[in-house]
């Protein structure tokens, strides 16, 4: 059976100390590996390691048992001050390793004249480089000739999984086809002797995997089997990365059709033998993605492999541009914009452009009072409760890195957080009027579904006043979270707007957004807060528990058993009452109470009423208007402790029992709880010595999860709001996470009739959460149930002004100076700032494509004084 060691990588600052908990069956443990930067302190009888960082840099340390088993955990040390600042960002991205060549694919390139991008490596930075690849070594090992591994993308920062870690298990044989599945086309021809062949077509690949477990007993082969089930089994409709140990340069794509039946080995063993069968709907095997940066026009390309490789050919421009594309020596082209040479006219100049990798280029609000003409709605605080914002770890991102100061902030105040504003712009056209579009790109990533965070934008004015806001933010209890846009300076004006028809406020409108809704299953949280030291000084203290307990349903006249739902409700809550005392111990204001919830909990079971029910009533089965109802209860605990004087106090415990009873009024009859019995002890402690000041106390408090998601619970979204002649038009779609490509996939679309004119010039973000009980400071003075916190980042702005509407006879400026784009030759997509461009694109493109194996010339447009130009592609093999 395998260890495992719990996190599996560590961010260790160099003056902390974390603690590794080991979990799965060992007897004595041993640390291996390179762990000469940190002190590591093996705990066999606590199973755990314990770390401490001495000196920066990044090793992988090794647990082993006697049985051989390992686990592995990647530890980066690093100074403090780093450690705070990629709090909630992932522990290691150092980004691809990769090998600095001299680049000799050019005509004019002298092979024995180093590459202007090759670079030399000091031997400091050869040792960070190392240590680097041990890491991504430890991160992503690689597949044995024994094992395989499913579902990996190092890429997108996903592990897969190793055969290996699924149990005691090892290939013998992969067996591949020479060909994937081939079906002839014919056709029968009159009066002809054969048939007249029409070519083949090639279908899916099926590879055969035998591979053969080894068990000790009935536990493992479960455990075994339930493993390989749970990694390879594929519900959703992606094919998944497959690498043999025995093929480690090739991946294909593919899903598990059959698992054969466990075939035993030998008698009374639980070793057995299986066949997997992998088939892989495009049947070309993928090579490691090769790059080529173009540094001639034009460019040759020699892919690896013999086969097709779909090129993706990326653009960072220098200058405004009207098009862009290319072509290839062997047929075909792409072409992006406008080929006309008559006189450029830029129809969409942009006025404001924020990519979000420095905060200089943002102002903090930090006194609401500044705000003259408009302020956040609500309870909103921005900026004044110790927010901070910082840049991500890939420098593309505005992120929220503390909502609040927790000190200074209690549960259930509405939203907190912190507000940035941007520089001015003008977006006034030359006639006067203003009409501009924008595109805004953000995140709201969410971990923990009960937990309550807002991403929102505001439009300000010329005149410093609030146009309209909008953005995503998360309702109570993990309910939908709901996308949102308002009109006006104030909240009473917004609503007054919404009421109209001119705003939106629901979690979307579109077909997409609907079928990602899913009702999930309600769970229940238990907090607990405490013991905590509080200062009571009370007079007196009443906790008081109800319970009741229900039946509903129907029971025959029979002998059959009926079956209906029992509920049991308990409330629990305690009452305090304090007078205020001087420094005399003197009376110095009134009594005042104040009332705690404990416990607010509802329980249901399906139950045989029949074994409730014992007897008859009146001669008669019980039924559900009455009957039942007398086998209801209510049972009342209430505890009172009085402090008497300052030597004793007094408790008295009560406890009421209550039966359900009715009575007949005006013909209808009614129920009430009759109380049947109760009992009261007193105790008086006159060793007491005096009104407690302080005592530890514990809270439980009970809380639901509805456990609802969307398309907003967690999503990565493009703002598109396109204004002129007084109407917004407003379009929130998915971006892929990974690519940062616009999907297409929209949410929430609209337009609207502005109530007044909209001179944008200046553009607010801000960040929110509601402090929820988890949030709580304990006596440590930290969260009593910490979690992950939602994720909120802007990751880039831009503001166009439309001078006119753009024809598509113009020829106009389509993408500005720093502005990027991309032609995807294998979803045949166009993209400009990540953002969908296809309507660019000209009706002769064809999308030609590389093979392996041949030299292709690639010319691309514009050239170099103009753009950076990338052409990246996977090679593959048939």
Same mark, same amino acid.
């Given at each position: 059976?395998?260890?495992?060691?719990?996190?599996?990588?560590?961010?260790?600052?160099?003056?902390?100390?974390?603690?590794?908990?080991?979990? %799965?069956?060992?007897?004595?443990?041993?640390?291996?590996?390179?762990?000469?930067?940190?002190?590591?302190?093996?705990?066999?009888?606590?199973?755990?390691?314990?770390?401490?960082?001495?000196?920066?840099?990044?090793?992988?340390?090794?647990?082993?048992?006697?049985?051989?088993?390992?686990?592995?955990?990647?530890?980066?040390?690093?100074?403090?001050?780093?450690?705070?600042?990629?709090?909630?960002?992932?522990?290691?991205?150092?980004?691809? $390793?990769?090998?600095?060549?001299?680049?000799?694919?050019?005509?004019?390139?002298?092979?024995?004249?180093?590459?202007?991008?090759?670079?030399?490596?000091?031997? &400091?930075?050869?040792? $960070?480089?190392?240590?680097?690849?041990?890491?991504?070594?430890?991160?992503?090992?690689?597949?044995?000739?024994?094992?395989?591994?499913?579902?990996?993308?190092?890429?997108?920062?996903?592990?897969?999984?190793?055969?290996?870690?699924?149990?005691?298990?090892?290939?013998?044989?992969?067996?591949?086809?020479?060909?994937?599945?081939?079906?002839?086309?014919?056709?029968?021809?009159?009066?002809?002797?054969?048939?007249?062949?029409?070519?083949?077509?090639?279908?899916?690949?099926?590879?055969?995997?035998?591979?053969?477990?080894?068990?000790?007993?009935?536990?493992?082969?479960?455990?075994?089997?339930?493993?390989?089930?749970?990694?390879?089994?594929?519900?959703?409709?992606?094919?998944?990365?497959?690498?043999?140990?025995? *093929?480690?340069?090739?991946?294909?794509?593919?899903?598990?059709?059959?698992?054969?039946?466990?075939?035993?080995?030998?008698?009374?063993?639980?070793?057995?033998?299986?066949?997997?069968?992998?088939?892989?709907?495009?049947?070309?095997?993928?090579?490691?993605?090769?790059?080529?940066?173009?540094?001639?026009?034009?460019?040759?390309?020699?892919?690896?492999?013999?086969?097709?490789? *779909?090129?993706?050919?990326?653009?960072?421009?220098?200058?405004?541009?009207?098009?862009?594309?290319?072509?290839?020596?062997?047929?075909?082209?792409?072409?992006?914009?406008?080929?006309?040479?008559?006189?450029?006219?830029?129809?969409?100049?942009?006025?404001?452009?924020?990519?979000?990798?420095?905060?200089?280029?943002?102002?903090?609000?930090?006194?609401?009072?500044?705000?003259?003409?408009?302020?956040?709605? %609500?309870?909103?605080?921005?900026?004044?409760?110790?927010?901070?914002?910082?840049?991500?770890?890939?420098?593309?991102?505005?992120?929220?890195?503390?909502?609040?100061?927790?000190?200074?902030?209690?549960? %259930?105040?509405?939203?907190?957080?912190?507000?940035?504003? #941007?520089?001015?712009?003008?977006?006034?056209?030359?006639?006067?009027?203003?009409?501009?579009?924008?595109?805004?790109?953000?995140?709201?990533?969410?971990?923990?579904?009960?937990?309550?965070?807002?991403?929102?934008?505001?439009?300000?004015?010329?005149?410093?006043?609030?146009?309209?806001?909008?953005?995503?933010?998360?309702?109570?209890?993990?309910?939908?979270?709901?996308?949102?846009?308002?009109?006006?300076?104030?909240?009473?004006?917004?609503?007054?707007?919404?009421?109209?028809?001119?705003?939106?406020?629901?979690? +979307?409108?579109?077909?997409?957004?609907?079928?990602?809704?899913?009702? %999930?299953?309600?769970?229940?949280?238990?907090?607990?807060?405490?013991?905590?030291?509080?200062?009571?000084?009370?007079?007196?203290?009443?906790?008081?528990?109800?319970?009741?307990?229900?039946?509903? +349903?129907?029971?025959?006249?029979?002998?059959?058993?009926?079956?209906?739902?029992?509920?049991?409700?308990?409330?629990?809550?305690?009452?305090?009452?304090?007078?205020?005392?001087?420094?005399?111990?003197?009376?110095?204001?009134?009594?005042?109470?104040?009332?705690?919830?404990?416990?607010?909990?509802?329980?249901?079971?399906?139950?045989?009423?029949?074994?409730?029910?014992?007897?008859?009533?009146?001669?008669?089965?019980?039924?559900?208007?009455?009957?039942?109802?007398?086998?209801?209860?209510?049972?009342?605990?209430?505890?009172?402790?009085?402090?008497?004087?300052?030597?004793?106090?007094?408790?008295?415990?009560?406890?009421?029992?209550?039966?359900?009873?009715?009575?007949?009024?005006?013909?209808?009859?009614? +129920?009430?709880?009759?109380?049947?019995?109760?009992?009261?002890?007193?105790?008086?402690?006159?060793?007491?010595?005096?009104?407690?000041?302080?005592?530890?106390?514990?809270?439980?408090?009970?809380?639901?999860?509805?456990?609802?998601?969307?398309?907003?619970?967690?999503?990565?979204?493009?703002?598109?709001?396109?204004?002129?002649?007084?109407?917004?038009?407003?379009?929130?779609?998915?971006?892929?996470?990974?690519?940062?490509?616009?999907?297409?996939?929209?949410?929430?679309?609209?337009?609207?009739?502005?109530?007044?004119?909209?001179?944008?010039?200046?553009?607010?973000? *801000?960040?929110?959460?509601?402090?929820?009980?988890?949030?709580?400071?304990?006596? &440590?003075?930290?969260?009593?149930?910490?979690?992950?916190?939602?994720?909120?980042?802007?990751?880039?702005?831009?503001?166009?002004?439309?001078?006119?509407?753009?024809?598509?006879?113009?020829?106009?400026?389509?993408?500005?100076?720093?502005?990027?784009?991309?032609?995807?030759?294998?979803?045949?997509?166009?993209?400009?700032?990540?953002?969908?461009?296809?309507?660019?694109?000209?009706?002769? #493109?064809?999308?030609?494509?590389?093979?392996?194996?041949?030299?292709?010339?690639?010319?691309?447009?514009?050239?170099?004084?103009?753009?950076?130009?990338?052409?990246?592609?996977?090679? #593959?093999?048939?």
């Amino acid at each position: 059976m395998t260890i495992n060691l719990i996190p599996n990588n560590i961010l260790l600052g160099v003056s902390d100390v974390r603690t590794i908990a080991i979990t %799965g069956p060992y007897q004595t443990l041993t640390l291996a590996g390179n762990n000469t930067l940190a002190i590591a302190t093996l705990d066999n009888d606590n199973a755990s390691i314990t770390l401490t960082g001495v000196k920066l840099g990044s090793f992988t340390l090794r647990a082993t048992n006697e049985s051989g088993d390992t686990a592995k955990v990647a530890v980066k040390v690093a100074t403090d001050a780093e450690v705070e600042a990629n709090a909630g960002q992932p522990i290691i991205d150092d980004g691809p $390793i990769e090998e600095y060549i001299n680049d000799v694919s050019q005509p004019d390139a002298d092979e024995n004249q180093a590459s202007p991008y090759q670079e030399a490596l000091s031997d &400091d930075d050869t040792a $960070i480089v190392e240590e680097d690849i041990e890491t991504l070594e430890a991160l992503y090992p690689l597949p044995d000739d024994s094992s395989f591994v499913y579902g990996r993308d190092t890429d997108r920062g996903i592990q897969g999984v190793l055969s290996s870690d699924l149990g005691d298990i090892f290939i013998e044989q992969v067996v591949l086809p020479i060909t994937p599945a081939v079906s002839e086309n014919v056709q029968n021809m009159a009066g002809t002797y054969g048939q007249h062949w029409l070519g083949n077509s090639y279908g899916a690949r099926t590879i055969s995997i035998n591979l053969t477990s080894i068990n000790h007993d009935e536990d493992e082969y479960r455990q075994t089997i339930e493993n390989m089930s749970n990694a390879l089994i594929n519900l959703g409709q992606t094919e998944h990365s497959m690498t043999f140990g025995q *093929y480690p340069d090739r991946t294909w794509f593919g899903h598990f059709t059959t698992m054969s039946d466990p075939a035993w080995i030998n008698q009374g063993s639980w070793d057995f033998k299986t066949t997997l069968t992998f088939v892989a709907s495009d049947p070309k095997a993928y090579l490691d993605t090769e790059q080529v940066e173009v540094v001639a026009n034009p460019t040759i390309v020699t892919p690896s492999g013999n086969a097709e490789s *779909y090129p993706i050919v990326s653009y960072v421009f220098k200058d405004d541009v009207k098009q862009f594309g290319y072509s290839s020596s062997q047929g075909g082209e792409v072409a992006v914009g406008f080929s006309d040479e008559q006189p450029v006219s830029d129809l969409r100049p942009r006025v404001y452009l924020n990519e979000c990798s420095d905060l200089a280029q943002w102002h903090q609000v930090t006194d609401v009072n500044n705000l003259k003409t408009w302020g956040p709605t %609500g309870t909103i605080v921005p900026g004044t409760d110790g927010s901070q914002f910082g840049i991500g770890t890939s420098q593309d991102t505005i992120r929220v890195k503390r909502y609040y100061d927790p000190t200074k902030v209690d549960y %259930g105040i509405g939203f907190s957080g912190g507000l940035l504003m #941007s520089d001015s712009f003008n977006t006034k056209a030359p006639n006067g009027t203003y009409s501009w579009q924008a595109d805004i790109r953000g995140y709201h990533f969410k971990h923990y579904n009960r937990a309550i965070s807002s991403i929102e934008f505001y439009i300000i004015s010329n005149t410093g006043e609030r146009l309209a806001r909008f953005g995503i933010a998360d309702r109570q209890g993990g309910n939908w979270p709901r996308c949102f846009l308002y009109f006006g300076s104030r909240y009473a004006k917004e609503q007054e707007n919404l009421k109209k028809g001119i705003g939106f406020d629901a979690s +979307g409108n579109t077909d997409y957004l609907w079928k990602t809704h899913k009702n %999930g299953k309600n769970k229940s949280v238990t907090i607990t807060n405490g013991p905590e030291k509080q200062a009571i000084n009370v007079d007196r203290v009443v906790t008081t528990t109800e319970t009741n307990t229900w039946y509903s +349903g129907n029971v025959g006249s029979s002998a059959k058993i009926y079956w209906g739902e029992k509920t049991v409700n308990v409330t629990k809550k305690r009452i305090t009452y304090s007078t205020p005392i001087d420094a005399k111990g003197k009376k110095s204001g009134k009594q005042t109470s104040k009332t705690k919830v404990l416990q607010s909990t509802s329980n249901k079971s399906w139950i045989p009423l029949s074994k409730v029910v014992k007897k008859k009533v009146h001669g008669k089965y019980v039924n559900v208007v009455r009957g039942l109802g007398l086998y209801s209860t209510r049972k009342v605990v209430k505890q009172t402790v009085v402090w008497n004087n300052n030597t004793h106090k007094t408790t008295l415990n009560r406890t009421e029992n209550y039966d359900r009873a009715w009575y007949q009024k005006n013909g209808k009859t009614i +129920g009430y709880w009759k109380l049947v019995g109760h009992k009261t002890t007193k105790n008086v402690d006159n060793n007491a010595s005096g009104r407690a000041s302080t005592a530890n106390i514990t809270t439980n408090y009970s809380l639901t999860d509805l456990n609802n998601t969307t398309a907003l619970t967690s999503v990565f979204g493009k703002w598109h709001l396109d204004y002129h002649d007084r109407k917004l038009h407003i379009k929130l779609t998915q971006v892929d996470p990974d690519d940062g490509l616009d999907t297409g996939k929209v949410i929430f679309e609209g337009t609207y009739n502005t109530p007044n004119e909209m001179a944008f010039s200046q553009l607010g973000v *801000y960040f929110g959460k509601v402090p929820i009980h988890e949030d709580k400071l304990g006596s &440590d003075g930290k969260p009593v149930q910490p979690y992950e916190m939602t994720e909120e980042a802007v990751t880039d702005i831009r503001i166009y002004k439309d001078l006119t509407v753009a024809s598509a006879s113009n020829s106009r400026i389509i993408a500005h100076k720093g502005d990027t784009a991309m032609i995807d030759g294998e979803t045949r997509n166009v993209y400009i700032n990540g953002n969908l461009a296809n309507e660019l694109e000209s009706a002769f #493109s064809s999308y030609p494509n590389l093979k392996g194996g041949r030299s292709d010339e690639i010319s691309v447009v514009p050239d170099r004084s103009k753009a950076d130009v990338t052409i990246t592609y996977r090679p #593959s093999t048939r």
